[in-house]
């Protein structure tokens, strides 16, 4: 059956570098578009990156451009996010999930179990 699952996750210092991976199963990963959620204690989850079914497109939120980059392996059915220069601001759980289409502008019908993330010094 269709699964998304998270890794990589962990406690890092500022200004440190971690690689989430998402992995999945039970589908072709090469027509659909995968993005990055989170959530933080006592917040809202929002969306963090996405990237179309080829690779050829991304997007990032705000607070995360010129420190995250998303890629995708679809031979090894794998997408990561290269998060750098990690703030305590980045503190969350990190949820991949499966686009409806191969293009980020549309909505998202799958999710992984989550990965933590702890900035800390």
């Known amino acids: 059956q269709l699964q998304l699952v998270e890794s990589g996750g962990g406690l890092v210092q500022p200004g440190g570098s971690l690689r989430l991976s998402c992995a999945a199963s039970g589908f072709t990963l090469d027509y659909y578009a995968i993005g990055w959620f989170r959530q933080a204690p006592g917040k809202e989850r929002e969306g963090v990156s996405c990237?179309?079914?080829?690779?050829?497109?991304?997007n990032y939120a705000d607070s995360v451009k010129g420190r995250f980059t998303i890629s995708r392996d679809n031979a090894k059915k794998t997408v990561y996010l290269q998060m750098n220069s990690l703030k305590s601001g980045d503190t969350a759980v990190y949820y991949c999930?499966?686009?409806?289409?191969?293009?980020?502008?549309?909505?998202?019908?799958?999710w992984g179990q989550g990965t933590q993330v702890t900035v800390s010094s």
């Open positions: 999930a499966l686009a409806t289409s191969p293009w980020c502008r549309t909505d998202f019908g799958s």
């Open positions: 990237i179309s079914s080829s690779g050829g497109n991304t």
